[in-house]
């Protein structure tokens, strides 16, 4: 299983239009954000995107992702799902829905938002989804991967990580935008390879998890490697945090790729 990650920044991405800051102004290529969103594929070669947020077009060329299987979409926060009208291309081209898996809350919004999608309509070319609740948490399977969603909160709002395990072994999860995870969902971040993990800066805030908040979860859970994500500018620059991380955690950077996590 290999994990790229497409974006790994805060709903303003880094840098943030017009911000006079050092960290917007960089020119480390690591502190380029693009929004939040990942790649996860199979030994089988399906593709598994977490989150379609603005970006999601700019994303797929970059990284020239040719299919895609499913979509986990965490919450419907703009910065998540402001991408979705993209998906057409792969509707085109596979000739097929796409595949969306969410909780009852991010669908709600989405079908709302997106009405033109899951309305009767004629119109050729429109986006094509098929919706999946996974609000019960149970898992499920998209191609050789066995998916587990992971209940939090983001603020008020209940949202989604997800663990995968897949046919070969190896194990991940991904979290984003929480700032509580309930504590019947914790046995579901241990015995992971990776653990990929929210911290938006190094002071505490309302609906996302800071620094020392996710180093405090990684500590408990043990997983062999972790890697923080959705990040804003005032986390200040990567070389310099990296710097501070215990040896197995790492700021994640755009267009990182992470295979063969069983030998992390």
């Avoid at 974006?7 to 290529?29: E, F, K, L, N, Y």
């Avoid at 070389?239 to 267009?255: C, F, I, M, R, S």
Wanted: charged fraction near 20%.
């Amino acid at each position: 299983m290999t994990i790229t990650f497409l974006g790994t920044g805060t709903s303003q991405g880094v840098p943030v239009i017009a911000c006079p800051c050092a960290v917007c102004h960089s020119s480390d290529p690591h502190d380029k954000r693009l929004r939040t969103a990942a790649l996860v594929t199979d030994s089988g070669q399906n593709n598994l995107l977490i989150d379609i947020g603005p970006d999601f077009r700019a994303q797929m060329l970059h990284n020239q992702v040719d299919h895609l299987d499913a979509i986990l979409i965490t919450h419907a926060h703009r910065d998540h799902v402001g991408g979705i009208d993209d998906i057409r291309p792969f509707n085109w081209i596979q000739k097929s829905n796409m595949e969306i898996y969410a909780n009852s809350e991010a669908i709600r919004s989405i079908k709302h938002d997106y009405h033109y999608i899951f309305d009767y309509h004629q119109y050729p070319g429109l986006p094509e989804a098929t919706m999946h609740d996974v609000s019960d948490g149970n898992p499920f399977r998209v191609g050789k991967v066995m998916v587990t969603p992971i209940r939090g909160m983001h603020k008020d709002l209940p949202v989604l990580g997800f663990r995968m395990e897949d046919d070969n072994g190896d194990k991940l999860a991904y979290i984003t935008d929480m700032n509580y995870i309930l504590p019947e969902e914790m046995v579901k971040l241990i015995g992971l390879d990776l653990l990929v993990i929210n911290a938006l800066r190094q002071q505490k805030h309302f609906s996302h998890f800071c620094l020392s908040e996710s180093l405090q979860i990684i500590d408990r859970c043990a997983p062999k490697q972790a890697y923080l994500t959705h990040m804003s500018h005032e986390m200040g620059f990567h070389a310099v945090v990296e710097a501070t991380l215990p040896p197995n955690v790492h700021l994640a950077y755009d267009n990182l790729k992470i295979e063969h996590l069983k030998s992390l």
